[in-house]
């Protein structure tokens, strides 16, 4: 690692040695043992998503003083910003492959800032600040304004205001919306002839070190479900492939299954492989307040439901899908600031349609372009912001087609790119 060099950097060997030792006597040696289970949960989650390789994350937890889950030198640097930026969670990581290519490529070609537009970033990061300095003080002046910031050559440094999970979402929001974003950059200057040599030898490691396409392996829990517990069970054995697919990343993505007269639907910020406890319902006539836990994504759920007779609704956030949605050749557009809430142009991928529509209920929400479209072939695919499937009984068609959908759209994207090369 590259930190021995740089720790002097506003952070001399003295202080690493206190943070050290007082990790030590946290957790016991430098294995750390002892690690306590929150530390533990969320890099086994880095790890099973493919974003860290085992033993490289650091976290970082105000409890009070600061406990670290690992001795790194990158603690000194780290360490100050819990009281500066007065939060209580850090992350650090260089990312694994290919994420780790993919940032810095961004990175060492960025002006300043990453900027991804995705829904994601639109609606949680806005953009990614790039800094060269490994210091404290560089990476306060980052993280003053933004919950995340990439320094070149080293990795992602994440925070959360009042827990891990939240740095964690983080760090895995920032990893998806680089590897959409380096992906369309590609596609777009394929098109207009303008890759460069080492863009090009990026992409070519990082095609190298992509997940092998998705498979449904075996069947999910076959509906129509006699009782409302076997339906709940449904919906978390759902949300449990879907992570484990990487058909959606952190905790965005959403669930939902009409048993009677209620749609029950995620809570909003769950792990979609972690739903036990985490699934509400809503009457579907209205007559009784939603919870306000459920789903920002339940008025689009509702319509789809009572526009398709549908009883399993899924969506998420697969990678190539929203890549392709985000594909356009009309550089003369007068939507292009726009183009995540309405379009003028009917637009599919893979004979798939592609909507616009913003998160929510209101004027220009999905609740008012998904419904429609998802009606002649139970999927629909938003810009920037992934796929929504539909099924009558249970959740295996629903997941089989968003299977389909995002194998589909990796291969035609690479039929473009090699269209244009």
């Not at 959908?405 to 473009?416: D, H, L, V």
């Amino acid at each position: 690692m590259p930190y021995a060099g740089n720790a002097a950097a506003g952070n001399d060997a003295g202080l690493i040695r206190t943070i050290f030792n007082r990790a030590c006597s946290h957790f016991g040696s430098e294995t750390n043992p002892l690690m306590p289970s929150h530390f533990k949960r969320f890099e086994q989650r880095l790890i099973r998503s493919g974003l860290a390789a085992p033993g490289t994350a650091v976290f970082g937890i105000a409890a009070p003083g600061v406990q670290w889950n690992r001795l790194h030198e990158s603690c000194a640097s780290l360490e100050p910003l819990f009281e500066r930026l007065n939060i209580r969670a850090m992350l650090f990581a260089r990312p694994a492959e290919p994420y780790g290519t993919i940032i810095d490529y961004l990175a060492q070609t960025a002006d300043g800032a990453i900027c991804p537009q995705d829904s994601e970033t639109r609606h949680f990061l806005i953009d990614l600040p790039v800094t060269g300095e490994w210091s404290a003080d560089a990476l306060i002046r980052m993280l003053r304004h933004r919950n995340s910031a990439v320094v070149n050559g080293h990795g992602i440094v994440a925070y959360g205001s009042e827990s891990l999970e939240q740095a964690f979402v983080t760090f895995s929001s920032v990893c998806f919306a680089c590897f959409v974003k380096f992906f369309s950059d590609y596609l777009k200057d394929a098109r207009s002839g303008s890759v460069s040599q080492k863009q090009r030898a990026s992409y070519e490691a990082v095609v190298l070190n992509l997940d092998p396409p998705a498979a449904l392996n075996q069947e999910l829990a076959q509906g129509p479900f006699a009782t409302e517990q076997e339906m709940i069970a449904s919906i978390c054995e759902a949300g449990r492939k879907l992570v484990e697919l990487r058909l959606v990343d952190s905790n965005f993505g959403n669930i939902s299954y009409l048993y009677k007269d209620k749609l029950h639907i995620s809570q909003t910020g769950s792990f979609l492989d972690a739903l036990e406890g985490r699934i509400v319902a809503c009457a579907l006539d209205g007559s009784e307040p939603s919870p306000t836990t459920a789903s920002s994504e339940l008025p689009a759920h509702l319509q789809i439901v009572k526009t398709t007779g549908c009883r399993a609704v899924l969506h998420g956030h697969p990678k190539f899908s929203v890549i392709l949605s985000m594909d356009c050749d009309n550089g003369s557009c007068d939507h292009q600031e726009e183009c995540h809430l309405y379009c003028p142009k009917d637009r599919d991928a893979c004979g798939i349609p592609i909507v616009s529509g913003d998160v929510g209920g209101g004027p220009q929400g999905l609740c008012h372009t998904v419904p429609k479209a998802i009606q002649d072939k139970s999927c629909v695919i938003v810009y920037g912001h992934g796929v929504f499937t539909t099924d009558p009984t249970d959740f295996n068609g629903a997941l089989k087609r968003l299977i389909d959908i995002e194998n589909q759209c990796r291969i035609e994207y690479f039929k473009r790119v090699d269209n244009f090369l």
